[in-house]
């Protein structure tokens, strides 16, 4: 199987704050590699498809980058909505996920 | 709107069934060019996909789940269904069922969940 490694697994920041998390994969999924986003007694919704394609409906303040093993989620101006727990997934071979990281409040 | 709603037991013994249904609403199944999913969620283990079906019934699974994995369909109710054999507490988890959307991106296939189902809990238990 394919692993997904996300870092860092928690963070804390601030409201306007730029946050950037990262997943690495095993090995090269190219740019099969989704993000989403989980809010507490929610399921996970999608953010970004094919690494960098932000979903309909999601704020332009989310974006996507990477290809290969190494991925980043940006989130570029923090919102309180935004405190929510983020996952990783690829779609290359099967279908695996991160471990998640969790957005604080400072 | 495209939604999808997990029905089921919450509560199974130990080396019995577990059976799930995912009704959806919003979308035809038998028309959809997407795949159907199953997926849990628990503490220890996080996000875990567990198959996806097509409306012909041709399924795929997770490896490490497989032995005890059957994934069916029925295009008449617009629903999907898992069974998962021989369960242990391990088993205990959310379960979700999701769209498995296959698309081509720059002219490449690719896939991601979308949307979600709100999920079910299932505990195993005696």
């Known amino acids: 199987d394919i692993q997904m490694t996300q870092s860092p697994s928690s963070l804390s920041a601030s409201i306007g704050d730029r946050v950037t998390i990262t997943c690495r994969a095993s090995?090269?999924?190219?740019?099969?590699l989704n993000w989403y986003q989980q809010k507490p007694g929610k399921p996970p919704s999608l953010l970004i498809y094919?690494?960098?394609n932000l979903q309909s409906g999601v704020p332009s303040r989310f974006s996507g980058s990477g290809s290969g093993t190494d991925f980043t989620l940006t989130i570029t101006s923090l919102q309180p909505e935004d405190f929510a727990t983020y996952y990783c997934q690829q779609s290359h071979t099967r279908k695996t996920f991160g471990q998640g990281t969790k957005v604080e409040i400072k | 709107q495209l939604q999808l709603q997990e029905s089921g037991p919450g509560l199974v013994k130990p080396s019995e069934t577990l059976s799930l249904t995912c009704t959806v609403s919003g979308d035809s199944i038998s028309s959809s060019i997407h795949y159907w999913g199953w997926l849990r969620q628990t503490p220890g283990m996080g996000l875990e996909w567990i198959g996806s079906?097509?409306?012909?019934?041709?399924?795929f699974y997770n490896p490490s789940l497989e032995s005890r994995v059957t994934i069916s369909v029925d295009t008449s109710k617009n629903q999907f269904s898992l069974r998962l054999r021989s369960v242990t507490a391990a088993d205990t988890a959310m379960y979700f069922c999701?769209?498995?959307?296959?698309?081509?991106?720059?002219?490449?296939?690719?896939?991601?969940?979308?949307?979600w189902g709100q999920g079910t809990l299932v505990t195993v238990s005696s």
């Open positions: 090995q090269s999924i190219r740019n099969y």
């Open positions: 999701a769209r498995d959307v296959y698309e081509f991106v720059s002219g490449s296939p690719t896939n991601w969940f979308d949307p």
């Open positions: 094919a690494a960098s």
């Open positions: 079906i097509y409306n012909s019934g041709s399924a």
